[in-house]
């Protein structure tokens, strides 16, 4: 007796979804996956809007998305293909994997805590003064641990504390407090996870930007690179009145040690005032 095969029916809407990734994913040059986790739709929308003219974006079903990738013919693909999870939406540009990451970052809320949700990072109540007056904060502080003080009718917290672990859940008591104190440990909009620079061949893994982190950075590295310009004579726009300068002093402290050893007269060297 033969068995009988049955064949999955895709529909038409779903082959033209798979059709059109497919065309995005070899036509654009940049494919970035951002996490959207607790991000509110009309906020969703917002950002979309705002990002319209720099990309495309896609939040298809995870089993459309993945056969257009198997479908595109491109090996990279699979690095792409891993981070496909919940919450997460695609977007296709021909902008910089990094310009684009960075946009995106810039569009990015601080968002307050609700019970039940997983902490992104130790949650730290830092010491100091607070708006909080005695009364029911106080044994809901005491509850989470947090010393306090009482000073000129409010209430400061002592010591740091850790209130919540990375990982862990939320409780209300815990988010009760971050609101009383506007402590808002979430950050929500298109939070970038990686991208593939799909003209390059390239895939980054970790595409986040602190923009402060990397200015500092500029900096030290600007400052490193005048020094030793300067130590050996490199003359440049930034460095040549450092330059002269610099050889002035030399100039001035050769003389005194000259005179000094020697026991002569002093000696005006050329362009100092009489």
Known sequence: MKTKTTKTHVSEEKKQTVK?????????????????KNLPASQFQ??????????????????L?????????????????????????????????????????????????????????????????????PGPAISELGALGIQIQIDKGKI???????????????????????????????SIGFIPLCALDVKEGKFYSDIKIDKEENLNKLKSAYRKALLFAIEIGYPTRETIKLIIGKAGRQAKALK???????????????GEEK
């Open 20 to 36: 059109e990734l497919v065309n995005l994913i070899k036509s654009k040059k940049t494919i970035l996956i951002a996490s959207i």
């Open 46 to 63: 917002e950002i979309s809007k705002k990002i319209k003219g720099k990309a495309i974006v896609k939040v298809p079903k995870k089993n």
């Open 65 to 133: 998305i993945l056969r257009a990738m198997d479908n595109s013919g491109n090996d990279l693909m699979k690095n792409i293909k891993e981070q496909i999870k919940s919450d997460v939406v695609i977007l296709f540009s021909d902008e910089d994997a990094f310009d684009l990451a960075y946009f995106l970052l810039e569009n990015i809320s601080p968002a307050k805590a609700k019970a039940g949700q997983e902490a992104p990072e130790d949650i730290i109540i830092q010491p100091g003064p607070t708006d909080l007056v």
């Open 156 to 186: 400061n917290i002592k010591t740091a504390k850790t209130i919540v672990k990375k990982g862990n859940k939320i409780s209300q008591g815990a988010a009760d407090i971050m609101f009383k104190l506007n402590i808002k440990p979430f």
């Open 256 to 270: 005194e040690k000259f005179m000094l050893q020697n026991n002569t007269p002093e000696i005006k060297l050329e």
